[in-house]
């Protein structure tokens, strides 16, 4: 079993910043893509950004510009850094991995228990 724990989540004020990160923890060959999604309340889970295993990245248009989503293999975790963060970036960030356990099993895909990020206007 693979656990996700997301950290860094809190209160901010409009223009400020934030970095969340997320490690994954359990029986783990190989994590493929990492990403995070965001839920804002009365909303659905939308996507923010992820990373390959290689570093290729992908942003959300309202991501673009403002955050940067970085990987540490070694220590299988993977940051999102939050620059000039607006009131309508308030939402619970989950974090997202897709990881085989084994070198003889499929990939399964895991998310965080959620953090939450306000910002404040």
């Known amino acids: 079993q693979v656990q996700l724990v997301e950290s860094g989540g809190g209160l901010v004020q409009a223009g400020g910043s934030l970095r969340v990160s997320c490690a994954a923890s359990g029986t783990i060959f190989i994590i493929n893509a990492m990403g995070w999604y965001r839920q804002a309340p009365g909303k659905q889970r939308e996507f923010v950004a992820s990373?390959?295993?290689?570093?290729?990245?992908n942003y959300a248009d309202s991501a673009k510009g403002r955050f940067t989503i970085s990987r540490d293999n070694a220590k299988n975790t993977v940051y999102l850094q939050m620059n000039s963060l607006k009131p309508e970036d308030t939402a619970v960030y989950y974090c997202?991995?897709?990881?085989?356990?084994?070198?003889?099993?499929?990939?399964?895909?895991?998310w965080g228990q959620g953090t939450q990020v306000t910002v404040s206007s």
């Open positions: 997202n991995a897709d990881v085989r356990s084994s070198w003889n099993r499929g990939i399964s895909d895991y």
């Open positions: 990373i390959t295993s290689g570093g290729s990245t």
